[in-house]
């Protein structure tokens, strides 16, 4: 098989103000953008006699984003073999289902910033940004900041799994293994003032090295006339690591990530060789004998008998060392009940909306008020303590997602002339039904670990019924 | 026949695949963005990139006060260029504090901040954008294709700007990372140079812009333009505090140089060179930056100190502006430096009480009443959200105040009475008979009178040993009420962290 995609993306707004009065101006932005994806793919399927398979594909992608690298060439292969139809477990009754399967692949990333961060561009300044010479008014142009080096992420992939089924399938299971390699890793960082037009360009900054196992399972516990009752879980370790930084030859220093709310140009996590990527690199609070902390006191780690950056240290991260997932659904004759949740455990969240609003300094600055928040009452800080790893706080979940209660009408009404019917089913659902965790913030499930800007996600009652024609 | 299908078919493919892998090939589609082919297509168009190595100055970024910042990760207002300036080299000093509770804005005054101090990462950035312009601006010019009509005097114009710039990283920062228009932009990281180094290039950049470039002579630019007197005051300054810098005594070359400016006298009224039409002082006014209510706006610049020095019961509409933020006001010390009759104390006394025991009260410390957006005529500026009023980066009188310094400090100088008097007189203050009767410590007091937000103060009071050390205190210096002396380290800023850890051949500054 052989295939062919083309992919645009664009987009345009438009930011135009006009005087009432005399029609001028006052801002005509319209900032637009396109991309192009172009990807060109085969695949090979080859299987002898249902039990040994291997598929071969080759990818081709083809970005605009990166004008100096625009392809990259993505293979893959995998290994197929169902033990399960070998002639010693052919007709084995408890073990029904057994394959193996092995593989290798690479795959391609290019979406990170902007459309033109490749090219060297000049912008014309808008309103408020211009200038006079002698009275006459310039409208400039600046030179913007780029990378023409810009290249393709990568990351390649060794797999290995099994599949089981017992008592003809009644019990399904899966479990992986991978190790996987991302290198020529995407992220925007600070680059050497001087060196560019600007102090943070897209970048192709290093390596990391994924590794995980995943399992799941799914059984039907009970099967009979009226009863049925299904569960299922999931469950995955995993664990990251970055394994090198280009702009760190000596793999010592790292590079600052993660902007926070409130101390502007606060950076709260980095990147550094053999940590996790993202992790929080902070201040070590120093508590009283109550257990609260006490406002700019951190530990002098580096022992030089001052506080300043040397004394920052890594303090977990915010990605997950498991996650899991479980779903169950019971029903007794035309009633369904089905439930599902999903948890983690080891994702630590920095939690910016406390380390913001805790300050009471702001309580009454030039003849304004502002709200504090309660647990300011409890840190007692005057001033904001952005960089204390007392912000940084355990995330681990546990989510009731979803339970639903249902009942089917399977004939509600019956139409021998037409040999139709119309069936029923009336349900109950509540969504986001709740979530044990330690975490004070508002949900503990945050992308990237910086609790700042999160939509809360609503809890949702839907009754409903369902026509069945 | 069915063969010739396929092949035609086969080309109907290929050629609509070829059109698509061109479409890989782009260019931008914002009608303000564009490659170089577009955008440097004429004469104009290589102004319009020269008019940004100004503007870099004067505002925050490519559209308005705050838009399309020129610096990430750093807020707008924060990061302009003399905004930044302001930060480093006023509120660190007796002349100003300011009351916010911005990030680590309160260190600052405190004279104890780090080598993560977000004001001290962002102005350091900022000149170094700035520079980055300026180097681009050249090497553009260098290699246009179209032709110029005054190609060398623009680009003497963007090196004496940057020139501006090195004056300010190596007072401020002093072992930094170097890089001019010989390198490409993404290049690897700029090499370090030492402070000294620094010196000697500037020395000799200047000196080459005011011997051998095109630059206008002095007086003869347009409003706004760089003329040779630019390139002599950086100069100037270099020499005057060559013994900070670069361990040498250079007060003859200092005043030698200053001999160079012609034209320039002092502005008989002084209040009048801070407000909205300062565009009209000229004969003081060597070199400004433009701020404009409509067109050039900015969180920075005039409008940071004019706005954030308005607070209290002080009358907006006597300002020119809407309502003020409510930040700087002057220490005990700076304002006991001024008697009643001098025509320089322009202050706001009403509700503001002379000591700060509070440094977030607004009122505690009297406010400054000096940069204002109404003109000289007493009408409002033309807008009040954003302030028409220039800001002198060079005066005349701090020229005459330099020559009377350096005589101090044993140069020749011939006419230093005269320089002193001139200035002493237009304040209604008394003048000398000799140079005998003028001292250090009263040209260290005369600076903080006739040159307040003007930037200026940090550098003057580490000249002159004053900045850490002890024996010089005012209110809340190094974090108390009564001021105590700080590490000398203090006396220069830290290399950013952010840039430490990212360019290899950084050195940090001792202390940090």
């Known amino acids: 098989m052989a295939g062919y995609s083309w992919q645009q993306f664009y987009y345009k707004s438009t930011d135009y103000k006009y005087r009432l009065d005399n029609n001028a101006a006052l801002s005509e932005k319209a900032p637009a953008g396109e991309l192009f994806l172009v990807s060109f793919f085969g695949r090979v399927n080859y299987s002898y006699d249902d039990r040994y398979m291997i598929t071969a594909t080759l990818r081709r992608d083809g970005t605009s984003r990166f004008s100096n690298n625009k392809w990259g060439l993505f293979p893959s292969v995998a290994l197929g073999w169902n033990i399960g139809n070998e002639a010693f477990l052919k007709d084995n009754d408890v073990l029904t289902t057994l394959k193996m399967r092995a593989s290798w692949g690479q795959t391609g990333q290019q979406g990170v910033g902007d459309y033109y961060g490749t090219l060297a561009t000049y912008y014309t300044n808008l309103l408020g940004s211009w200038y006079q010479f002698g009275g006459q008014m310039i409208n400039p142009i600046t030179a913007l900041g780029y990378n023409a080096d810009l290249k393709w992420e990568t990351t390649t992939t060794w797999n290995v799994g099994f599949d089981f089924g017992f008592l003809n399938d009644r019990i399904t299971a899966g479990i992986d293994a991978y190790w996987r390699e991302t290198t020529d890793l995407l992220n925007h960082i600070p680059v050497p003032a001087l060196g560019n037009l600007t102090n943070y360009l897209d970048s192709n900054i290093g390596s990391l090295v994924n590794k995980g196992i995943e399992f799941d399972i799914n059984a039907i516990a009970i099967d009979s006339k009226d009863w049925t009752w299904q569960i299922g879980g999931n469950v995955a370790w995993n664990n990251t690591k970055i394994t090198k930084l280009t702009a760190s030859p000596d793999d010592l220093t790292g590079i600052e990530t993660g902007g926070i709310s409130g101390g502007v140009g606060n950076n709260i996590q980095m990147h550094q060789v053999g940590f996790p990527p993202n992790a929080y690199y902070v201040y070590e609070q120093v508590y009283d004998a109550d257990g609260r902390p006490i406002e700019g006191e951190y530990v002098d780690r580096n022992g030089n008998g001052k506080i300043d950056a040397g004394d920052k240290y890594f303090y977990h991260k915010p990605a997950a060392d498991v996650t899991l997932g479980v779903n169950t659904t019971l029903s007794y004759k035309n009633w369904t009940l089905a439930a599902s949740g999903h948890g983690s455990i080891g994702n630590w969240v920095y939690n910016n909306v406390a380390s913001d609003g805790e300050m009471l300094a702001d309580l009454w600055t030039n003849n304004f008020t502002s709200n504090r928040l309660q647990s300011s009452l409890y840190s007692n800080f005057g001033q904001a303590c952005y960089l204390s790893d007392y912000y940084v706080r355990d995330g681990s979940f546990f989510k009731i997602d979803n339970i639903t209660l249902g009942y089917t009408f399977p004939n509600l009404f019956k139409s021998r002339k037409l040999e139709r019917s119309l069936g029923l089913n009336i349900y109950a659902t509540v969504q986001n039904v709740a979530t044990f965790t330690r975490y004070d913030g508002l949900d503990p499930e945050v992308f990237e670990g910086i609790d700042n800007n999160l939509y809360p996600r609503p809890r949702t009652y839907i009754l409903g019924l369902k026509f069945n024609f | ?512």
């Not at chain 2, 090939?25 to 102004?47: E, F, G, Q, R």
């Open chain 2, 1 to 512: 026949m069915k063969t010739l299908k396929y092949i035609f078919a086969g080309l109907v493919l290929a050629a609509g695949l070829s059109s698509c892998i061109g479409d890989l090939d782009v260019t931008p589609i914002d009608p303000s963005k564009n490659t170089a082919d577009k955008a440097l297509k004429t004469a104009d168009d290589y102004y319009s990139l020269l008019a940004q190595c100004y503007t870099g100055f004067a505002v925050s970024g490519s559209y308005g006060p705050n838009g399309d910042n020129n610096i990430s990760g750093v807020d707008g207002g924060f990061s302009q260029y003399y905004r930044g300036r302001y930060h480093l080299n006023g509120l660190t000093t007796d002349e100003a504090v300011c009351g916010w509770n911005d990030k680590t804005l309160q260190d600052l005054h405190g004279l104890n901040w780090t080598n993560s101090d977000v004001f001290v990462t962002a102005f350091y950035y900022r000149i170094f954008y700035q520079i980055s312009a300026c180097n681009e601006f050249i090497r553009q010019a260098q290699k246009a294709t179209v032709e110029l009509p005054e190609k060398d005097r623009w680009i003497a114009e963007a090196r004496a700007l940057r020139a501006l710039c090195w004056l300010d990283a190596i007072d401020n920062f002093g072992n930094v990372p170097f890089a001019d228009e010989t390198a490409s932009v993404g290049a690897d990281a700029p090499r370090r140079i030492a402070r000294e180094e620094l010196f000697s290039y500037i020395e000799s950049e200047c000196r080459d812009l005011i011997d051998n470039s095109a630059l206008y002579g002095m007086k003869e630019a347009p409003y706004g333009r760089a003329d040779k007197a630019l390139p002599v005051m950086v100069l100037a300054k270099l020499y005057l505090n060559a013994e900070v810098y670069a361990g040498k005594k250079m007060y003859q070359e200092c005043a030698d140089v200053l001999a160079e400016l012609s034209g320039y006298s002092l502005h008989g009224n002084y209040a009048e060179l801070f407000l909205a039409d300062n565009d009209r002082c000229t004969d003081e006014i060597i070199f400004a930056i433009e701020q404009d209510g409509e067109d050039t706006q900015s969180y920075g610049v005039t409008n940071y100190l004019i706005f954030a020095s308005t607070g209290g019961t002080m009358d907006t509409e006597q300002v020119g502006i809407s309502s003020g933020w409510g930040g700087i006001r002057m220490t005990s010390k700076f304002y006991n430096y001024f008697t009643s009759s001098d025509r320089r104390r322009l202050f706001w006394e009403e509700g503001q009480k002379v000591e700060i025991d509070d440094i977030s009260d607004f009122t505690n410390g009297i406010a400054f009443f000096k940069f204002k957006n109404i003109t000289s005529s007493g009408a409002p500026g033309k807008a009040n959200g954003f302030v028409d009023t220039d800001f002198p980066v060079f005066r005349y009188a701090d020229a005459l105040l330099m020559k009377a310094e350096c005589a101090k400090r044993g140069a020749n100088v011939s006419d230093a009475l005269e320089a002193w008097n001139k200035v002493r007189e237009r304040a209604g203050v008394s003048t000398a008979a000799s140079m005998n009767d003028v001292t250090l410590d009263m040209i260290i007091e005369e600076r903080a009178r006739e040159l307040y937000q003007e930037g200026w103060r940090r550098s003057d009071l580490v000249r002159f040993g004053l900045f850490t050390s002890g024996k010089y205190l005012w209110d809340w210096k190094g974090g108390i009420k009564g001021g105590r002396g700080v590490g000398e380290h203090f006396n220069l800023f830290p290399i950013p962290n952010s840039d430490k850890m990212t360019n290899p051949n950084l050195i940090q500054n001792p202390g940090y």
